[in-house]
């Protein structure tokens, strides 16, 4: 089938809503397209709202990222005293901290693709001529966008293929593997409107004259 044919299958299998039929529309390289869609609008749309609620802008990504940490160290402390001094386990102990630390790390990427923590090679970007420096920071849009895209896909196809399979998390009866899985292209989306913020701050910097290379700073604010 063509590529258009393909589309309009993805199209109508997300508009049924049934798993079986999106998880075979999504085998099609109609999908790409579709997420190159998704994460323009989704990402511009995150990244305008960012641009109108600062506490959002600067604090979202971080809460995921600490609530996660927090509910992995709960339940591994508890699982400490749980085994060596009740004797006992809960099954489901070693198999929800690493889906929370896969939260952890996908949304904790979004945020340094924001504070541009992820190889910046700042100190020799800031010898080349300015031109150059906005040259790299155009490509750093691209390659982050081109990876949010590639994860977009990837774990979208997972995401639906765990759902038609009615995977759940072992130890547990009836939590899904999906709810958790559905993350990480949540996650793409956050990588997306972090690019596109950040292109868009690098633009004004270009206009007004300002520095375009900062120094990477881990933990910095936003």
Known sequence: MSIFTDLIALLAAFASRDVFAIRSA???DAT????VVVLLLAGAGLAWIYHKAPPI???FERTIMVTSYLGIALIIFWGVIDRFVFSNQQPWSTTIP???FMIMAWFGAAYSVRVRTHLSF???RTKLPRKMQFLCLCLDCVLWFGFALILWVTTMRLVVLSASNFQIVLGTDNTMQWWFLTSAPIAAILIAARAIENMHEDVQNLRAGRPLIQQAVIG???
């Open 26 to 28: 999504l085998a099609s």
């Open 122 to 124: 700042s100190e020799f």
């Open 32 to 35: 790409w397209i579709v997420g």
């Open 98 to 100: 690493p889906l929370l």
């Open 57 to 59: 802008e600067r604090y």
């Open 220 to 222: 910095r604010n936003a």
